[in-house]
């Protein structure tokens, strides 16, 4: 394909989409522009596209769907809101792709724009369908994006992001990504309200509706695209309907409530010292007036991930969780009957050692061992502590944040020790 015209775009998109669909009748101009690394389109409507890039890419009415519906999703996406860092940007094409190959299979011809792209191992391979990536580093986040064998929890499109910025090395050359990814003049920043909710509203419907992914495998990536269509109101809701939970979160990993005593001539929050003074008409001159302060825990956090069972199909989901507190944590132990100590990039890679047992004493006997004041255990609980050692994290004072993850988790072994909270409410509507 030489060239793309007005008339080719709108016929095939009233074509796969319908006569009435609001996505179809975007598109009002078609301009060849040399400038255009592959193709753009703005809130006016008008589309650019490189004539080398079609010429070479280009070689059906199905790329060209995919080539045009990929530039139109990214607003609707709201993927502006993450910024424009380069694993970003990767990470949202990913989730792009893999929804127009698999919702919109019959019109993009499973996604032939992108698998001819992009290589199937490596990066590159989580950017297109049918990748050969089963032992990479990319493998499980791959699998979140194209099920094929087994079901997985949810996954968001922030925690796509914040994994694939935990494994992408520094020095990994970024692929050629399709579409504007610069400013927001020329690309999805300039959509205006009404378009965006034209536009996600007839995704999330027709990806709600689609009957050609089924089975539990989809369940996880279906919602994930339905909520990346909401509306911005709708995501601010969520975020607040886990406000209580992040708190807790927070106040675990980073804070701890405390009192210093500062003095002033004015009894603003006066000590008891100061009260008794006063109330004997004694002016104590100078108050040592109480005030809260927060004292941030320098020592850092250990975190024991439990390595017995199937951790690896929730390993994106941890992956985020240990991201977005990866300062405050100290070390991070593997256990399943034994510890052992473990590097943030071997975990991320799948190196995980395992005697296939659970067993809660070991975990205990280490923090005991390490004399460790607080530390966080993810597992799926299904796991023993003897009476010995459950009394001595309790003569020890330690304190414990347990997540669990897995269908059929429990934590009761571990709640004398502190909160028990479930992964997917942890991660559920973080965007």
């Known amino acids: 394909m030489n060239q793309i015209t007005l008339d080719t775009v709108r016929q095939m998109m009233k074509r796969e989409l319908g006569a009435d669909s609001f996505i179809a009748g975007m598109v009002q101009s078609v301009t060849a522009d040399p400038k255009i690394p592959t193709a753009c ?14 010429s070479e890419q280009v070689k059906t009415e199905q790329d060209l769907f995919c080539l045009i ?14 910024g424009r860092d380069e694993v970003s940007n990767i990470a949202c094409d990913a989730i792009i792709n893999a929804l127009i190959s698999q919702f919109y299979a019959a019109a993009s011809g499973k996604g032939s ?14 950017l297109r369908p049918e990748s050969k990536c089963t032992n990479g580093r990319y493998r499980y986040l791959y699998q979140h994006l194209y099920p094929k064998w087994t079901a997985y929890d949810e996954l968001s499109a922030g925690e796509v992001i914040r994994t694939l910025k935990m494994l992408m090395p520094q020095q990994e050359a970024a692929p050629l990504l399709v579409g504007s990814h610069g400013s927001a003049t020329e690309g999805s920043g300039s959509f205006g309200t009404e378009q965006l909710q034209g536009i996600a509203g007839e995704i999330a419907e027709h990806v709600a509706n689609h009957q050609g992914c089924t089975g539990s495998m989809f369940g996880g990536l279906k919602k994930m695209i339905i909520e990346i269509m909401k509306t911005k109101r709708s995501l601010r809701q969520e975020l607040l309907l886990n406000y209580t939970t992040r708190k807790r979160l927070d106040g675990f990993f980073c804070t701890e409530q405390s009192q210093r005593r500062a003095t002033s001539p004015f009894p603003l929050n006066p000590s ?42 929730h390993l994106p989901e941890i992956a985020g969780l240990l991201a977005r507190y990866r300062k405050e944590i100290r070390s991070v132990y593997q256990f399943s009957n034994a510890v052992s100590e473990i590097t943030m990039d071997a975990l991320l890679r799948g190196y ?11 975990v205990a006997q280490t923090i005991l061992r390490e004399q460790l004041e607080r530390a966080v255990i993810i597992t799926d609980g299904h796991a023993s502590l003897s009476e010995l050692n459950a009394i ?16 059929r988790c429990n934590g009761e072994v571990l709640r004398p020790f502190g909160d028990v909270m479930a992964l997917n409410e942890i991660t559920e509507g973080e965007e």
């Open 272 to 313: 008891r010292r100061d009260m008794v003074l006063l109330s004997a008409d004694i002016w104590p001159g100078f108050f040592r007036n109480r005030q809260p302060e927060l004292k941030h825990r320098r020592e850092g956090i250990a975190v024991f991930l439990d390595v017995s069972g199937s951790v690896n199909q």
């Open 352 to 362: 995980v050692e395992t005697t296939y047992g659970t067993d809660f004493n070991c």
């Open 113 to 126: 724009l992108f698998e001819r792209l992009y290589e199937s191992q490596g990066l590159e391979s989580i």
């Open 69 to 82: 519906f990929h530039e139109i999703l990214h607003p609707a996406f709201g993927h502006f809101i993450y």
């Open 392 to 407: 001595g994290l309790r003569d020890a004072g330690v304190h414990l944040l347990t997540v669990l993850f897995g269908f």
């Open 41 to 54: 389109i703005n809130a006016k409507g008008e589309m650019k596209y490189s004539p080398a890039f079609v």
